[in-house]
């Protein structure tokens, strides 16, 4: 008989603290899915442990192929969650295209996507580079206040809104050049006044009574 595989859990970006609500959804997540295969959840991933046998992976994120073959993820069988060939594909980036034909995108840029979901979003740009970025903050300012949103922030978060070309360049300038060639930033117009509906997971936790 095979040995259980053990459930772990998988951050992918560790410079990035997790948000408390995420860290404990994705442990029930985790541990719910090592009663149901009949194994245990030995926490988050640790390199450094020789494990008895490859663990069933449960990412905070999408995976790049490049990192999924390095954590010797194969199939669909080893891990609750999905591969992408860049990380941009798993982000926002995605739902805009780009200023310009010609403009800066990385590999695997397809301009396919955006036309297809433009009815659904807000007007705006992905940009990859700093003077893209800028040159669709001037294409929208005409509509009032711009959004910029990186596509590695969550959650919220690494969002700014501007009212002019140097607040954005001082946003823009903040950001790792290399990083924003990898993962881009969303420039969109701003809403001022807007209802937002979050969607989450929602963890019950049952307390029995002694001897139950």
Same mark, same amino acid.
């Given at each position: 008989m095979p040995t259980? $595989?053990? @459930?772990? !859990?998988?951050? !992918?970006? %560790?410079? %990035?603290?997790?948000a408390g609500h995420d860290v404990v959804g994705r442990r029930a997540v985790a541990e719910r899915l090592a009663a149901t295969l009949g194994t245990s959840y030995r926490g988050d991933y640790d390199g450094r442990e020789a494990y008895d046998a490859p663990p069933y992976f449960v990412p905070d994120d999408a995976l790049e192929h490049a990192r999924a073959h390095r954590l010797g993820i194969a199939t669909s069988d080893d891990l609750f969650g999905g591969v992408v060939p860049q990380a941009f594909v798993a982000s926002k980036a995605i739902t805009h295209g780009l200023v310009r034909p010609d403009a800066a995108a990385p590999e695997g840029w397809s301009p396919e996507m955006a036309p297809r979901v433009e009815g659904a979003v807000l007007r705006g740009y992905t940009a990859f580079s700093r003077d893209d970025a800028l040159e669709?903050? $001037?294409? #929208? #300012?005409? $509509? /009032? /206040? @711009? %959004? #910029?949103k990186r596509c590695d922030g969550i959650g919220g978060g690494g969002q700014d809104v501007v009212h002019d070309h140097d607040a954005a360049a001082r946003v823009l300038d903040a950001i790792d050049p290399a990083v924003l060639a990898a993962t881009g930033i969303v420039v969109e117009e701003n809403l001022a006044r807007v209802t937002t509906f979050s969607v989450g997971l929602q963890v019950q936790l049952r307390t029995s009574p002694k001897g139950e």
């Open positions: 259980p $595989r053990p @459930v772990v !859990t998988y951050q !992918t970006n %560790r410079s %990035r603290a997790p669709a903050v $001037r294409e #929208l #300012l005409d $509509r /009032g /206040g @711009v %959004r #910029l």
